[in-house]
């Protein structure tokens, strides 16, 4: 069965400039959240999505947006992007919400942007 | 403000040592603690711990949740190579946005042959 698949796996952006990240959850689940690790940090939540339809948010600026599709999938924006952006981006995915199935998380994106 | 710390930031052990990690928590409306690896990018689930002072197992890892004093133990017993990595630990809370996972910075453990 494929995991959770992450894309890119590698992305370099100037200051200023947008970002759109992609991921597939595994087959079957339904919910998606999206975690930033800063090297050397704990993953940090910036939101989840389950049915299409946000239902969490962590303390992450406007900037930040994302959204799901009706396969499941999902996207993370992020515009005007900063030095301090600059992270691996954890996709996860689970059947619903922690307390039934934990997360399963992807490869990430490492985002470096200069 | 919910806090989770790992101890010790790191450590180096040689082939066949015992590790022990510590994970404290301070959240609200706890549910359950969980236990990730990661060694090179995705976390990889361990345990996931809900009530107090049952041990779970798996292999050659174990862990323990101790409600009453906030902390849990991950136990890795004769370690090898392959369990060099990132122990990350992480806490639900009832009623938390979504999955929202609080996690600590991790123990990074190195083992040498």
């Known amino acids: 069965d494929a995991g959770v698949t992450q894309s890119p796996t590698h992305l370099i952006k100037t200051r200023g400039q947008h970002v759109t990240l992609r991921c597939s959850p595994i087959s079957g689940h339904k919910s998606v959240s999206w975690y930033q690790q800063v090297l050397g940090q704990g993953p940090q939540f910036i939101f989840q999505?389950?049915?299409?339809?946000?239902?969490g948010r962590g303390n992450f600026p406007d900037r930040f947006s994302a959204r799901q599709f009706p396969n499941y999938s999902s996207e993370l924006n992020v515009n005007a992007l900063l030095l301090g952006d600059s992270a691996l981006y954890l996709c996860?995915?689970?059947?619903?919400?922690?307390?039934?199935?934990?997360?399963?998380f992807g490869n990430g994106t490492r985002l470096t942007v200069t | 403000e919910d806090k989770v710390v790992q101890s010790p930031l790191s450590l180096v052990v040689h082939e066949g040592d015992t590790v022990t990690l510590n994970c404290s928590y301070e959240v609200t409306n706890f549910r359950s603690l969980l236990w990730y690896k990661q060694e090179k990018k995705a976390p990889t689930f361990l345990f996931m711990l809900t009530s107090s002072g049952i041990e779970k197992k798996s292999g050659r890892l174990s862990s323990i949740l101790d409600k009453k004093e906030l902390f849990s133990i991950l136990n890795i017993t004769a370690t090898q190579t392959g369990d060099s990595a990132v122990y990350l630990c992480a806490v639900d809370r009832i009623k938390a946005a979504g999955n929202k996972l609080t996690f600590g910075g991790g123990t990074r453990v190195l083992v040498k042959p």
């Open positions: 996860a995915s689970s059947l619903g919400l922690v307390r039934d199935s934990p997360l399963h």
């Open positions: 999505y389950y049915e299409k339809e946000e239902r």
